[in-house]
Structures are given as structure tokens and as C-alpha cells.
């Protein structure tokens, strides 16, 4: 593994462990060059996943911009990162196991949506002004009207 702070290609494993759902392994790693110490973590994948944009075009699943898109919806928000590592190793988890080559992007940000809606109702919020593309003011106040109705599916 290649040092992140001066690059060097051999690094030791000091310490692994799983991680606490049991879905990675966690290793603490140490660079004889430069004696930067920092963490990796190694996954289980089970196939190779396309995403299929609403555009049609075709890209690689990336699982860290999933993550990152989570992070962003629930910054400073009072949640616990085990809490969203969890959730987005389900989502991952269900994608795979769909037996699908292909998954169509509106797929991933529903399920998004949904473990969103579970761990922190103004992080659901947040993402689903992005997901669903909210332009104006009163579309908060349409989706929030809609939530309080049961039935939020209805946006446009």
C-alpha cells in the first residue's frame, strides 16, 4: 500500500481488526520511510456495478462518492459516523444483491432517501432538495407539506 504522505510503496500492517457491522477490515498502517501512520480499510465486492444516469450515460459505482453525498446531507448534523457507515453499507449491500449489472441512478438516491428519512429528518431533507431538484422557496415547503401528508412520492 503506497504511503499517502510521501508516497513510498511499502507500508506495514501494524494492527487489523473488522470494523464494527463486519463488513470491512480495518487496518492501521505504518511507512518505514517517513513514519506517517494512517488507516485503511479493505471490502468485500462482490460485482462490478454501472450507473445508469438519467442522461444514459454509463459510470462506474463509486462508493466513496456515495458516502460523500451522505456526509454532505448530514454534516453537522448529530449522527454518528458508524450510524452512516452502516446505512451506506446497506445501500451497497442491497445493490449487490440485486443481480444487476446495471442499476438506474434513481434507484440508489430512493434508497438514500429512505435511510435518510431513518437516521435524521433534515438531512432527508437536504438531499431530497438536490435529488428532487428543487428550484424555489415554496418547493421546501411543498415536499415538507407532503411529508406531513404521507406522501412524498408525489413531488414533481
Known amino acids: 500500500m503506497r504511503c499517502p504522505y510521501c508516497g513510498h510503496d511499502d507500508t506495514q500492517v501494524k ?10 477490515i480495518r487496518r492501521r498502517r505504518y511507512c518505514s520511510a517517513c513514519g506517517g501512520r494512517f ?22 459505482f463509486d ?12 454534516r453537522k448534523r448529530p449522527v454518528e459516523p458508524e450510524r452512516i457507515e452502516r446505512m451506506v453499507s ?3 449491500r442491497r445493490l449487490e444483491s440485486m443481480g444487476e449489472p446495471e442499476i438506474q441512478s434513481d ?5 438514500v432517501m429512505q435511510g435518510l428519512e431513518s437516521l435524521d429528518a433534515v ?3 437536504r438531499f431530497a ?11 421546501f415547503s411543498n ?11 408525489s413531488f414533481d
Open 15 to 24: 494492527d487489523s481488526r473488522p470494523t464494527e457491522d463486519n463488513t470491512a
Open 39 to 60: 488507516t485503511t480499510f479493505e471490502r468485500v465486492q462482490l460485482r462490478e456495478l454501472t450507473i445508469v444516469k438519467k442522461t444514459g450515460k454509463r459510470v462506474p
Open 63 to 74: 462508493r466513496d462518492k456515495l458516502m460523500r453525498s451522505v456526509q454532505i446531507a448530514l
Open 90 to 92: 446497506g445501500i451497497v
Open 107 to 111: 434507484i440508489i438516491g430512493g434508497l
Open 123 to 125: 438531512a432527508y431533507v
Open 129 to 139: 432538495s438536490v435529488y428532487k431538484n428543487f428550484h424555489e422557496a415554496k418547493d
Open 143 to 153: 415536499f415538507l407539506g407532503r411529508l406531513e401528508d404521507g406522501d412524498e412520492d
